[in-house]
């Protein structure tokens, strides 16, 4: 005789099991997925940004070489302006979304030579802090906030993009000067 | 204690099964990247010996008090070869990747309370109560493990850092045993030990077969070498050094702003 317990036991291994095995498979297929890129399924991937929009909210806060600007010139972009030039939380969508494509791009020439894993750690980072931003502004969204915490966290977010692009198109400058020319043009 | 055939036959495979491998691990010089691993297999071997000469020479009691000591030894291996396997994915300058540090807290807390929910819902019949703490400790690894394995698939693909050749291979064999193993063990709690002890015995057999497999491919994958990497050219090792430095300020910078 089955008691409400054993029922009840194996209704959740049943959902447990059930749950992770389609949490595997999506995952490992992502995985196979990511190690079966070449070079031109990742640049197929990658969003057309408004570069020159994308630089000048980042440089209202940062310099060109990356360095946090102080002058009085500096964060002068309001809350409206940086929501146009941004595109508001779809063009962070889109920027998270290329920020997963310029893992796989850095991962792509670390491939080749694993020991260029030093740099792609800090691109994997900076990835993982611009997708914590729009989460944070997802949040913002749901609450109501979003007028307010979207210029804190967005020009963060852009001038973080901003920097990790530039540092990618640096690592394929030293390494791969034809592929360069492809990324110049989707970046 | 009686044993079948099939028992003697699945014993002395799994014994020469974890010999070779490792023999493969030593051979190899795996052991110097795997430690907890190769340790793990070296207690199986010692464990089998262990095992056949008190079953010679021993007391059902002296048996069944050194085959679960033992056991216990080998669940915290294997959650001890599920730590060295994270900490070579998640680990990829020797500290904790700073972004991954709360999901594991979260992911291991909820692991342990998910697998503690089910084994407490557990009821398995049986005649005496170290049977029952038995099963459900058998339980409550195999779905500790299980989660685990599932849970470093998704922080790996969500926080892009790769799996290493060797450390995808010995997880997926781990991973997919574990999964096996948890639903061996929902059916050992299920029948329990009192009035199926012939299922009990086929479920027991059919996790030692899996586990021959899951052996036999840790034998093939660990002696193949990992992929050669190619030589960083000095010059672009010195750039991405430079490069490095720079990069390594930035985020701060944008972090300190207000």
Same mark, same amino acid.
Not at chain 1, 83 to 91: A, H, N, P, Q, S
Not at chain 2, 194 to 203: D, I, K
């Given at each position: 005789?089955?008691?409400?317990?054993?029922?009840?036991?194996?209704?959740?291994?049943?959902?447990?099991?059930?749950?992770?095995?389609?949490i595997?498979?999506?995952?490992l +297929? !992502?995985?196979?997925?990511?190690? +079966?890129?070449?070079?031109?399924?990742?640049?197929? +991937?990658?969003?057309?940004?408004? !570069?020159s929009?994308?630089?000048?909210?980042?440089?209202?806060?940062?310099?060109?070489? =990356?360095?946090?600007?102080r002058?009085? =010139?500096?964060?002068?972009?309001?809350?409206?302006?940086i929501?146009?030039?941004? =595109?508001?939380?779809?063009?962070l969508?889109?920027?998270?979304?290329?920020?997963?494509?310029l893992?796989?791009?850095?991962?792509?020439?670390?491939?080749?030579?694993?020991?260029?894993l030093?740099?792609?750690?800090?691109? +994997?980072?900076?990835?993982?802090?611009?997708q914590?931003?729009?989460e944070?502004?997802?949040?913002a969204?749901?609450?109501?906030?979003?007028?307010?915490?979207?210029p804190?966290?967005?020009?963060?977010a852009?001038?973080?993009y901003?920097?990790?692009?530039?540092?990618?198109?640096?690592?394929?400058?030293?390494?791969?000067?034809?592929?360069?020319?492809?990324?110049?043009r989707?970046? | 204690m009686?044993?079948?055939?099939?028992?003697l036959?699945?014993?002395?495979?799994?014994?020469?099964?974890?010999?070779i491998?490792?023999?493969?691990?030593?051979?190899?010089?795996? $052991?110097? #990247?795997?430690? @907890?691993?190769?340790?793990?297999i070296?207690?199986?071997? /010692?464990r089998?010996?262990?095992?056949f000469?008190? *079953?010679?020479?021993?007391?059902?009691?002296?048996?069944?008090?050194?085959?679960?000591?033992?056991?216990?030894?080998?669940?915290g %291996?294997q959650?001890?070869?599920?730590?060295?396997?994270?900490?070579?994915?998640?680990?990829?300058?020797?500290r904790?990747?700073?972004?991954?540090r709360?999901?594991?807290?979260?992911?291991?807390?909820?692991? @342990?309370v998910?697998a503690?929910?089910l084994?407490?819902l557990?009821?398995?019949?049986?005649?005496?109560?170290?049977?029952? /703490?038995? @099963?459900?400790?058998?339980?409550?690894?195999?779905v500790?493990?299980?989660?685990l394995?599932?849970?470093?698939?998704? %922080?790996?693909?969500k926080?892009?850092l790769p799996?290493?050749?060797?450390?995808?291979?010995i997880s *997926?064999?781990l991973?997919? $045993?574990?999964?096996?193993?948890?639903?061996? #063990?929902?059916?050992h709690?299920?029948?329990?030990a009192?009035?199926?002890?012939?299922?009990?015995? /086929?479920?027991?057999?059919f &996790?030692?077969?899996?586990?021959?497999?899951?052996?036999?491919?840790?034998?093939v994958?660990?002696?193949?070498n990992?992929p050669?990497? &190619?030589?960083?050219?000095?010059?672009?090792?010195?750039?991405?050094?430079?490069? *490095?430095?720079?990069a390594?300020?930035?985020l #701060?910078?944008?972090r300190v702003?207000?």
């Open positions: 005789m089955v008691n409400t317990r054993t029922v009840v036991y194996l209704f959740s291994v049943a959902t447990l099991v059930t749950a992770l095995l389609v595997a498979a999506h995952y +297929r !992502r995985a196979r997925r990511s190690s +079966r890129n070449d070079w031109e399924k990742l640049l197929k +991937r990658l969003i057309a940004v408004d !570069r929009s994308i630089a000048e909210v980042a440089l209202d806060i940062i310099d060109e070489s =990356g360095q946090q600007r002058d009085e =010139g500096s964060a002068t972009l309001d809350a409206a302006q929501w146009k030039l941004v =595109g508001g939380l779809d063009g969508e889109v920027l998270a979304a290329n920020c997963a494509v893992i796989d791009l850095a991962f792509y020439v670390q491939q080749w030579y694993p020991e260029a030093l740099v792609t750690e800090q691109m +994997r980072l900076s990835a993982r802090e611009i914590w931003h729009v944070r502004l997802r949040g969204k749901k609450t109501g906030k979003l007028e307010s915490a979207f804190m966290y967005a020009q963060r852009v001038a973080t901003y920097l990790m692009t530039r540092r990618i198109l640096a690592l394929y400058e030293l390494g791969n000067h034809v592929m360069l020319a492809d990324l110049e989707t970046l | 009686h044993l079948t055939d099939l028992d036959l699945l014993w002395t495979a799994g014994f020469g099964a974890h010999l491998l490792f023999c493969v691990l030593l051979i190899r010089r795996r $052991y110097r #990247e795997f430690p @907890i691993f190769s340790a793990f070296f207690s199986n071997i /010692v089998t010996v262990a095992l000469f008190v *079953q010679q020479h021993g007391s059902k009691a002296s048996y069944f008090y050194t085959f679960w000591s033992l056991g216990l030894l080998d669940t %291996l959650l001890a070869v599920v730590y060295e396997m994270y900490s070579h994915t998640f680990r990829p300058f020797g904790w990747a700073r972004d991954i709360d999901t594991l807290s979260w992911l291991l807390v909820a692991t @342990i998910v503690a929910g084994t407490c557990a009821a398995p019949p049986v005649r005496l109560w170290m049977q029952a /703490v038995v @099963i459900k400790c058998n339980f409550f690894s195999s500790c493990l299980t989660e394995f599932v849970g470093m698939v998704v %922080l790996a693909v926080s892009g799996w290493k050749s060797h450390v995808a291979r *997926q064999g991973g997919v $045993y574990s999964g096996i193993d948890l639903l061996i #063990e929902t059916g709690s299920y029948f329990g009192v009035r199926h002890t012939q299922v009990y015995a /086929v479920l027991s057999h &996790r030692m077969t899996a586990y021959l497999v899951c052996v036999a491919y840790w034998i994958m660990l002696w193949r990992a050669e990497p &190619r030589k960083l050219p000095d010059s672009l090792r010195g750039q991405l050094i430079r490069l *490095q430095r720079s390594n300020s930035d #701060e910078k944008i702003r207000k």
